[in-house]
């Protein structure tokens, strides 16, 4: 690493190695260089070999807006192997993880006596709380970094404190927060038995959180404000988002125009031409984000509605999700319809043929669409998204959220296509959704 000789305040930051939580992580430091400070950005050899599989295509500081990038082993180092870890066994995985990337960033941080410029702080995922116990062994400020809501932080700080009682059933009141059904918690707090093992990580972030220096927020007080006012008074709350690229929001860095890293490739060819032909707000985007996994026969109802909307859509299905569709869809693709594999979301969520987001409501998806003024049709899979959803429909009143059949796991193309045309034939508009989260 590259050393310096002045006195600037040098920050590490260590990116859990998801899609999810890269772009937030990245996207703060990004402002914590534009305010002077040095940082040095942390992630997996595993990660490494994704994004760059040969050395030529190495990054340096100049491409992600003077941030330095250091890569260490997750004792895996290899993306495939990773997947099958996680498919055979997770929690063996998360114990091997933890164990091995402890010892790496230890080893790293031995290293950084001899830098001209010291580290003092070290960001982390909140996923990630033995973090906190490294950054005390060398005498560093821990701040930890949720890349879920305010709210969603608040229901599993209140699980772990007993507060709220597992599994959820029925109604639960929520300090800050509206009345909640089972359905509008994350799944792991009603469906305890299924997501057992991601509950543990979850409810583990709390353990030595008054501990860390700061806790930072991808969200802001307008947005959560009620939510912020219930959450402990010991932990140093800080609301740093929405944490999007620079020329998505306030234009203050003329570069920021991208997040820099991405596990999936974006297809760039003709989504842009392809937009442009558009009339403004006449384009239904749909995406269920980077891990979701509809199951087969929900990716038929939504490719069956999809067949017979008089709206144009553009539709991401990761390549692994293809064979779920019915036979000959792509093959057969209408006219007014665009299938991609991944995309720059932002880049399409802010064009102005788009008229409606159907999403998963991860928080980051969440985030882009408010902040590029599209409502929402909501359609939660697993995880924080329901809540998200709630929030969405029932405070913001940004969009609607569809509703499942009797089986309660599935959701009817006819239902699918009336929240579609309730959104973008009688609907909410930007002006409604700016006035929601600002006024």
């Known amino acids: ?226 939510v912020l006012k219930t959450l402990p008074s010991q932990w140093a709350i800080k609301t740093i988002g929405p944490t999007i690229p620079s020329m998505y929001l306030d234009k203050r860095l003329n570069t920021d125009r991208d997040y820099g890293l991405y596990l999936l490739k974006p297809d760039e060819g003709t989504t842009k031409a392809w937009l442009n032909a558009k009339k403004e707000g006449s384009v239904l985007y749909i995406s269920f984000g980077s891990l979701a996994n509809l199951s087969e026969e929900q990716a038929q109802e939504v490719a069956y509605a999809l067949k017979t909307i008089k709206h144009s859509f553009i539709w991401v299905v990761r390549e692994p999700e293809r064979k779920k569709l019915p036979t000959d869809f792509i093959e057969n693709l209408p006219d007014n319809g665009l299938i991609l594999s991944w995309c720059s979301q932002l880049e399409v969520l802010n064009h102005s043929a788009i008229g409606c987001f159907l999403t998963h409501c991860g928080w980051n998806s969440v985030l882009e669409a408010l902040s590029a003024g599209v409502p929402m049709v909501a359609m939660p899979q697993w995880m924080d998204q329901p809540t998200n959803a709630k929030y969405v429909e029932d405070v913001w009143k940004v969009g609607i959220r569809v509703k499942t059949n009797q089986s309660g796991k599935v959701i009817p193309r006819d239902e699918i296509n009336h929240c579609i045309s309730q959104v973008m034939d009688e609907g909410t508009t930007k002006r409604d959704i700016e006035h929601s989260c600002h006024g």
């Not at 006195?7 to 939580?21: C, D, E, N, T, Y």
């Not at 703060?28 to 994704?50: H, P, Q, Y």
């Not at 990337?101 to 709380?129: A, H, R």
């Open 1 to 226: 690493m590259e050393r310096q000789s002045d006195h600037q305040a040098h920050i590490i930051s260590f990116l859990f190695p998801a899609q999810g939580h890269i772009n937030p992580n990245l996207q703060f430091c990004k402002r914590l260089v534009a305010k002077g400070l040095k940082v040095t950005l942390i992630t997996t050899i595993s990660i490494r070999n994704t994004i760059y599989p040969s050395k030529s295509q190495m990054p340096d500081e100049s491409d992600l807006s003077g941030i330095n990038i250091e890569f260490i082993s997750d004792g895996f180092n290899d993306a495939k192997k990773v997947a099958a870890q996680i498919a055979e066994d997770i929690d063996a995985y998360l114990e091997l993880f933890k164990v091995a990337v402890m010892q790496s960033l230890i080893k790293f941080l031995q290293t950084t006596g001899e830098w001209d410029c010291q580290p003092k702080v070290i960001v982390y995922d909140s996923n990630m709380p033995w973090i906190q116990d490294v950054a005390d062994q060398f005498g560093l400020y821990g701040a930890a970094f949720f890349t879920a809501s305010c709210a969603v932080a608040n229901i599993f700080h209140l699980a772990n404190e007993g507060v709220v009682k597992l599994p959820v059933e029925g109604q639960v009141s929520v300090p800050g927060m509206p009345l909640l059904e089972s359905k509008d918690v994350p799944s792991s707090l009603h469906e305890v038995t299924c997501y057992s093992i991601i509950l543990k990580l979850l409810l583990s972030q709390f353990d030595n959180l008054s501990r860390a220096k700061w806790v930072l927020f991808s969200s802001f007080d307008q947005l959560e404000g009620e």
